[in-house]
């Protein structure tokens, strides 16, 4: 991994359209600004993990079929 | 052609109802093609189907209409994140939303945060994170499905 150091306002382009700009530090926690295209989805790491496992569980479940056609029906 | 179905065994899949995803699914990235199958036995088409992969005949995602199990869905997203379906219209877009279905049936959910769209004249299709905050990723609806469908029984 790349790892830079940078200091309140400073920034880094990721290409030549999406800037991160660090915008305020406290204690452990840090404010990022994101200047991306719209068209580039910008999510927390955690939800993404969460809609990547929830997939996976949906497609992974032994379905009885015939209890799932009742509650449908 | 034909295809292998996790539940559907083989089965003769028109080339025209291929779903195209550009980015795949997140965390099956790498099935890019899909049908939506269902269980047509009785002849009325069922409120609950299938994202059938292509590519990994074992990858099959139950999915339904959201509306089903909420009548006020509503998603914001930002269009551009849509972009590569085309121009999407009341009358080409598909909303669908993957159902997880554990042993016991009443912990039954739909993950509302992370609806498939799809537009059905272009056959192309994407997943997107859509921006509402109370959207759930498991939003249990075990008992507000069996309470509408009393309410439409005692019709």
């Known amino acids: 991994m790349l790892a830079l150091t940078r200091k309140i306002n400073e920034s880094i382009m990721i290409g030549n359209n999406i800037e991160i700009t660090i915008l305020e530090i406290r204690g452990d926690q840090v404010k990022i600004g994101i200047n991306a295209p719209k068209s580039i989805p910008v999510y927390r790491k955690e939800i993404y993990l969460q809609i990547l496992e929830s997939n996976k569980e949906a497609a992974s479940a032994e379905i009885n079929g015939d209890v799932l056609k009742e509650l449908f029906k | ?155």
Not at chain 2, 32 to 55: F, T, V
Not at chain 2, 65 to 76: E, M
Not at chain 2, 119 to 147: P, S
Request: net charge negative; glycine share 6%.
């Open chain 2, 1 to 155: 052609m034909l295809i292998k179905t996790r539940h559907f065994g083989e089965v003769d899949l028109d080339e025209e109802k291929i779903i195209h995803f550009e980015q795949g699914i997140l965390g099956f990235e790498d099935c890019k093609n899909y049908a939506i199958l269902y269980d047509n036995e009785d002849g009325d088409r069922p409120e609950i189907s299938w994202l059938q992969s292509l590519e990994e005949p074992a990858l099959a995602i139950p999915v339904i209409s959201p509306f089903i199990i909420k009548p006020d869905y509503n998603p914001t997203v930002e269009d551009e994140l849509l972009q590569s379906l085309g121009e999407l219209t009341p009358d080409n877009i598909i909303v669908l939303v993957s159902v997880t279905v554990p042993n016991d049936i009443t912990r039954i959910s739909a993950n509302l945060k992370a609806p498939f769209v799809i537009n059905a004249d272009l056959r192309k299709g994407c997943q997107v994170i859509v921006e509402n905050t109370d959207y759930e990723i498991k939003y249990y609806f075990y008992q507000q499905l069996k309470a509408a469908k009393a309410g439409k029984e005692g019709k």
